[in-house]
């Protein structure tokens, strides 16, 4: 009776060192979390602080900052441009809003690329 009563008492251990590391883990993985939500809250703060910036000195900028503004300036522009030439097209080819294509902003070069599948015949399957 000895070695059963060790046993259930070394089982009784091991499931509450388990029980122990799950609640461990559960607790890391919600400070991770909690963590990347705040350093998102910071990129956001970040970004707006940006823009504070760039409102208020963007066509007066600190020396530090004249590059970057300089990028924006020109992004906008750029925008500017390509808005106006996608009107030029889709007047000159009666297009309409809703007819606009499907835009991608963003390609994650880690992905595979699928071709697209083929278009054939309507051929039935060999049997």
Do not use: W
């Amino acid at each position: 009776m000895a070695l059963f009563d060790a046993f259930k008492d070394k089982a009784k251990d091991l499931a509450q060192t388990g029980v122990n590391k799950s609640r461990q883990l559960a607790e890391i993985a919600k400070l991770n979390l909690a963590n990347t939500s705040e350093e998102d809250e910071i990129k956001r703060a970040y970004i707006e602080i940006g823009k504070l910036y760039y409102a208020e000195k963007g066509m007066a900028p600190d020396a530090a900052y004249v590059a970057l503004c300089e990028k924006i300036t020109a992004a906008k522009v750029t925008i500017e441009e390509n808005k106006a030439r996608i009107e030029e097209i889709k007047n000159q080819s009666n297009i309409e809003a809703d007819e606009d294509p499907i835009i991608v902003t963003k390609v994650d070069p880690e992905e595979p690329v699928t071709p697209p599948e083929s278009h054939t015949e309507d051929v039935p399957p060999e049997e």
